[in-house]
């Protein structure tokens, strides 16, 4: 318990200190948490409203919760081998923490926690206000609550304890020096793997359905169940809760959990010490004090000035470790169950495909979010202990900030532009949405990646143990409120002359109202751009240790 009460005194302490970061975290928390709860209960009174519905609203509302809790789940285990060997093995506190007079599995179930937390946190979180929305539209009791959300912490539990023995036999089983290899590997396989089952389930097939297929397809939902996975077994506690009783799925739930807890801490109390030991590189590189030259490479960075030596450190660092260069086959995964899954709608009429077009337009933004938390934001706060050496040396704060903002940028606006392109050949939008869909996959690349290393630079966690823990912080919400904030204001200007050119057909962006919106568009990426790197690089001109 001293280990726990430590890491507790250190939360509490930095409570203390920024106190107002945390309360603007907590009200755009609230703000979420509202909207959230304003959706699943319209969505509950429309279910129990809808007439085709009649008696088997309850069983489509569990099922949909089923369906939820399945989906975040899967979105934990995408990322938790990942999180469980950076958390276990390479966080920077280790040397410390198993120096000290404690039992090495004392220091791993802190650990697990952490990983936890890390794996878990936000879809915990985004499940907390469904959760309370059904029992608010259903007049659940009191003790409703508490249940419902310990069968939803004990779901996540699962992945996040797979994860951990995973990463504790990989560290058994690997060749000295190539653990972090095989684990990312591991995270691979395991990543392509999920996005392969859920594309065989081809959700596009609905938009083919009559409305008397699509009535029998509710009523077989109604009746589908797939017990044998957890969650079936939360969504079986969650219903329970609503009606007062212990269902047998939160008995399962519970002892499943329990289980691998149990596992987990019988392997931590051998393997993990010497695990750890294991996860050190433990190769012996020959030294060639030979002089060398700078790649050919590098020269293409001599124009940036200082801030093109950091991008060339930069990016040698991404290349030799796996678990940054690993995030970029898991953007390659994420575009294209993307593209594969626009590419599987089929819809008729260009006024619908525009309608679909537009729609994706805000989906990129949110994908590319989604992208950036991972990999703009914690750009400044992984240089860790070597910030100083940055600092030392003859580079200001702004350079730095624009050396990061334009090592992300390439990834980022490859990634937002191409997905742009490809939308508008699949989809078949007009002409006008044609040209707006690359324009809004680039624009939202820029502003999105500023805002990433922007907030990243005014809110840095240099202490952080692992780069995991970095997004989570009032930082990361407040970049993720911005970017989502970003994604709709540029819908909302693109989706006028998409709407323009259907009611007239050829209209140009040349015409003076395409040309205005343009110029909107072009004035919001640029304050969305400017104002976080210039905030980002005062803040951390006057960052001091402990501030």
Same mark, same amino acid.
């Given at each position: 318990?001293?280990?726990?009460?430590?890491?507790?005194? /250190?939360?509490?302490?930095?409570?203390?200190?920024?106190?107002? #970061? =945390?309360?603007?975290?907590?009200? &755009?928390?609230?703000?979420?948490?509202?909207?959230?709860?304003?959706?699943?209960?319209?969505?509950?009174?429309?279910?129990?409203?809808?007439?085709?519905?009649?008696?088997?609203?309850?069983?489509?509302?569990?099922?949909?919760?089923?369906?939820?809790?399945?989906?975040?789940?899967? /979105?934990?285990?995408?990322?938790?081998?990942?999180?469980?060997?950076?958390?276990? =093995?390479?966080?920077? @506190?280790?040397?410390?923490?198993?120096?000290?007079?404690?039992?090495?599995?004392?220091?791993? =179930?802190?650990?697990?926690?952490?990983?936890?937390?890390?794996?878990?946190?936000?879809?915990?979180?985004?499940?907390?206000?469904?959760?309370?929305?059904?029992?608010?539209?259903?007049?659940?009791?009191?003790?409703?609550? *508490?249940?419902?959300?310990?069968?939803?912490? $004990?779901?996540?539990?699962?992945?996040?304890?797979?994860?951990?023995?995973?990463?504790?036999?990989?560290?058994?089983?690997?060749?000295?020096?190539?653990?972090?290899?095989?684990?990312?590997?591991?995270?691979?396989?395991?990543?392509?793997?999920?996005? &392969?089952?859920?594309?065989?389930?081809?959700?596009?097939?609905?938009?083919?359905?009559?409305?008397?297929?699509?009535?029998?397809?509710?009523?077989?939902?109604?009746?589908?169940?797939?017990?044998?996975?957890?969650?079936?077994?939360?969504?079986?506690?969650?219903?329970?809760?609503?009606?007062?009783?212990?269902?047998?799925?939160?008995?399962?739930? $519970?002892?499943?959990?329990?289980?691998?807890?149990?596992?987990?801490?019988?392997?931590?109390?051998?393997? =993990?010490?010497?695990?750890?030991?294991?996860?050190? @590189?433990?190769?012996?590189?020959?030294?060639?004090?030979?002089?060398?030259?700078?790649?050919?490479?590098? #020269?293409?960075?001599?124009?940036?000035?200082?801030?093109?030596?950091?991008?060339?450190? @930069?990016?040698?660092?991404?290349?030799?470790? *796996?678990?940054?260069?690993?995030? +970029?086959?898991?953007?390659?995964?994420?575009?294209?169950?993307?593209?594969?899954?626009?590419?599987?709608?089929?819809?008729?009429?260009?006024?619908?495909?525009?309608?679909?077009?537009?729609?994706?337009?805000?989906?990129?933004?949110?994908?590319?979010?989604?992208?950036?938390?991972?990999?703009?934001?914690?750009?400044?706060?992984?240089?860790?202990?070597?910030?100083?050496?940055?600092?030392?040396?003859?580079?200001?704060?702004?350079?730095?900030?624009?050396?990061?903002?334009?090592?992300?940028?390439?990834?980022?606006?490859?990634?937002?532009?191409?997905?742009?392109?490809?939308?508008?050949?699949?989809?078949?939008?007009?002409?006008?949405?044609?040209?707006?869909?690359? +324009?809004?996959?680039?624009?939202?690349?820029?502003?999105?990646?500023?805002?990433?290393?922007?907030?990243?630079?005014?809110?840095?966690?240099? @202490?952080?143990?692992? *780069?995991?823990?970095?997004?989570?912080? *009032?930082?990361?919400? +407040?970049?993720?409120?911005?970017?989502?904030?970003?994604?709709?204001?540029?819908?909302?200007?693109?989706?006028?002359?998409?709407?323009?050119?259907?009611?007239?057909?050829?209209?140009?962006? /040349?015409?003076?109202? /395409?040309?205005?919106?343009?110029?909107?568009?072009?004035?919001?990426?640029?304050?969305?751009?400017?104002?976080?790197?210039?905030?980002?690089?005062?803040?951390?001109?006057?960052?001091?240790?402990?501030?």
């Amino acid at each position: 318990m001293t280990i726990f009460a430590m890491r507790w005194r /250190g939360v509490v302490n930095s409570l203390r200190r920024h106190p107002w #970061r =945390y309360l603007v975290g907590a009200l &755009f928390l609230g703000l979420l948490y509202w909207g959230m709860l304003a959706l699943t209960r319209r969505g509950v009174r429309f279910l129990d409203s809808y007439p085709l519905l009649g008696t088997i609203a309850d069983a489509i509302l569990q099922r949909s919760l089923e369906a939820l809790f399945l989906i975040l789940m899967v /979105g934990v285990a995408f990322s938790v081998i990942t999180t469980a060997i950076t958390t276990l =093995y390479s966080a920077e @506190d280790l040397p410390f923490l198993l120096s000290l007079p404690a039992p090495p599995v004392q220091i791993f =179930y802190l650990k697990m926690v952490e990983t936890y937390l890390s794996a878990a946190l936000l879809p915990a979180l985004f499940t907390l206000p469904v959760i309370v929305g059904v029992g608010l539209e259903r007049s659940a009791a009191l003790t409703y609550y *508490p249940l419902a959300i310990t069968a939803v912490l $004990a779901l996540y539990a699962i992945p996040a304890a797979l994860g951990a023995v995973m990463a504790l036999l990989l560290m058994r089983i690997s060749p000295a020096g190539r653990v972090k290899e095989l684990a990312t590997a591991a995270s691979v396989v395991l990543a392509a793997g999920l996005i &392969f089952a859920l594309r065989l389930i081809r959700p596009e097939q609905l938009t083919a359905l009559t409305p008397q297929e699509f009535e029998q397809l509710l009523s077989a939902f109604a009746r589908f169940e797939i017990g044998w996975l957890p969650s079936a077994w939360a969504s079986q506690a969650v219903w329970g809760a609503l009606h007062g009783q212990a269902s047998p799925g939160a008995l399962v739930l $519970a002892g499943v959990s329990l289980v691998l807890l149990w596992l987990v801490a019988q392997l931590a109390a051998f393997a =993990y010490r010497e695990g750890w030991l294991r996860a050190l @590189d433990s190769s012996r590189p020959r030294l060639d004090p030979t002089p060398r030259q700078a790649a050919w490479w590098e #020269r293409l960075f001599v124009p940036f000035g200082r801030s093109g030596s950091v991008m060339t450190k @930069d990016l040698r660092l991404l290349w030799r470790d *796996p678990t940054q260069w690993s995030q +970029l086959l898991v953007l390659l995964a994420l575009a294209g169950v993307y593209l594969v899954s626009v590419g599987g709608i089929t819809v008729e009429g260009q006024r619908f495909r525009d309608v679909l077009g537009t729609i994706n337009l805000m989906f990129l933004g949110f994908l590319l979010a989604g992208v950036g938390i991972r990999l703009a934001y914690p750009l400044v706060s992984i240089e860790g202990e070597g910030f100083w050496l940055l600092r030392t040396g003859p580079l200001n704060s702004w350079q730095i900030v624009w050396a990061k903002f334009l090592h992300a940028l390439p990834i980022m606006a490859v990634l937002g532009t191409g997905l742009g392109l490809a939308v508008a050949h699949l989809v078949d939008v007009s002409p006008t949405l044609a040209f707006a869909a690359p +324009l809004a996959g680039l624009s939202a690349a820029i502003a999105i990646t500023a805002l990433g290393v922007g907030l990243g630079a005014a809110f840095p966690r240099f @202490d952080a143990t692992s *780069p995991a823990e970095i997004p989570l912080s *009032p930082g990361g919400l +407040l970049y993720m409120t911005l970017s989502l904030a970003y994604a709709g204001l540029m819908t909302l200007i693109l989706a006028w002359p998409a709407w323009q050119a259907l009611r007239t057909p050829g209209l140009p962006w /040349g015409q003076s109202e /395409g040309q205005l919106l343009l110029l909107a568009l072009a004035g919001l990426t640029l304050v969305t751009t400017a104002a976080p790197l210039a905030y980002g690089s005062r803040r951390l001109s006057r960052y001091e240790p402990g501030s």
